[in-house]
């Protein structure tokens, strides 16, 4: 691990327990490569989990998130991946994550929004409680494109039912985002998973669910033609969305 400003490096290993049948990444383990190194960037500037619990009273909670996908890395392969955060704004908090391979070259790029949310009262506080200050001003942009609200194209349909668990839950006691992509990956069979390849995917997190919640995955594949596909997912007992994605595939 190293430091250069603002930026955050950390290799990490693909292990066997990281991978899926084709022996490449499985997307919810890059989501919890992304969520660690985010995890210890926040550290090593000063506001990690425990000063932001202990000093403040509050939590990281991610809110978006978009991941560009060249390729992904295959078992026993080593990757880089840097991370740096941009000036907050009024409520939100941008970072932004590049993966590369052994030989330096980008093959994941993502930009993502965190806020931080009172841990007893599970409100969201504006940025200016924890005056975070970073060692420079980053202005780059791993992918010049705005996280904004998505909505499906008017044909959803049920893809199955998945009640919250032991395993679906973090630190916080609500569902990681690692599993929203776990999820969404279920939506489809292996079949399907054998002839296309996912390029991009935007996640929206809107609300918390907690364990013993039950879940409505919905899909709308009405644009798969174009290789968009929309899923979200929605809490049964108030009808309230969970999560909003759309995916790109080849």
């Known amino acids: 691990m190293e430091t250069v400003l603002s930026v955050f490096k950390r290799t990490y290993h693909v292990d066997l327990r990281d991978v899926d049948f084709t022996k490449k990444l499985k997307l919810s383990a890059l989501f919890g490569y992304l969520q660690d190194i985010a995890s210890l960037a926040s550290i090593d500037l000063g506001y990690g989990i425990e000063t932001l619990e202990k000093k403040y009273g509050v939590a990281w909670i991610l809110t978006r998130i978009r991941v560009d996908i060249d390729r992904l890395p295959k078992w026993d392969e080593e990757i880089l991946i840097e991370t740096w955060p941009l000036e907050p704004g009024k409520i ?30 599970r409100k ?8 975070i200050r970073y060692p420079e001003n980053m202005t780059e942009r791993a992918i010049e494109a705005k996280l904004g609200r998505m909505k499906d194209f008017g044909q959803l349909e ?28 279920d939506c489809f069979p292996v079949a399907e998973h054998k002839k296309h ?8 997190f ?18 798969a033609g174009e290789g968009i596909i929309y899923i979200e997912g929605v ?16």
């Open 235 to 250: 809490n049964e007992k108030d009808n309230h969305a969970v999560f909003r994605s759309r995916l790109t595939i080849d």
């Open 197 to 204: 390849s996912l390029r991009s995917v935007d996640l929206n």
């Open 124 to 131: 969201i506080k504006r940025s200016e409680l924890i005056n």
């Open 158 to 185: 049920v893809a199955y039912k998945k009640v919250i668990g032991y395993s679906d839950i973090d630190f916080n006691g609500h569902l990681n985002n690692s599993k929203y992509v776990d999820y969404i990956m």
């Open 206 to 223: 809107m609300h918390e669910a907690l364990p013993g919640d039950t879940l409505i995955l919905l899909k709308d594949v009405s644009k």
């Open 92 to 121: 939100e908090f941008d970072r932004d994550f590049l993966v590369k391979d052994a030989n330096g070259k980008t093959i994941i790029r993502a930009i993502s929004k965190w806020v931080i949310m009172d841990i007893k009262e």
